[in-house]
């Protein structure tokens, strides 16, 4: 008896011996794209959405690790910027 799980297990177990599947998001991500440190300018960061028709941008950590993102929407509240 086979199930749905069964099915997702065998696919994991593809992948992972190097079989990807012709519709793994890796053939749609960028590599290279515009970010901002947690550390940069509220403006800046708006500026180069902006500047760049984005709606969102990734924020990164120091170390580059991707610890939020920050969206148009979010410069349009009542508080100051966190």
Do not use: W
């Not at 190097?18 to 970010?35: C, D, I, Q, V």
């Not at 509220?42 to 902006?50: D, I, P, V």
Request: aromatic letters at 8%.
């Amino acid at each position: 008896m086979s199930s749905a799980h069964d099915n997702s297990h065998e696919k994991d177990i593809r992948q992972s011996a190097g079989e990807a599947s012709p519709h793994s998001l890796g053939r749609y991500t960028k590599r290279e794209f515009l970010f901002c440190y947690a550390e940069d300018d509220y403006a800046y960061a708006l500026a180069l959405m902006a500047a760049n028709s984005l709606s969102a941008l990734p924020v990164l950590d120091a170390e580059r690790r991707l610890i939020g993102m920050l969206t148009r929407n979010d410069g349009k509240c009542d508080h100051e910027p966190r």
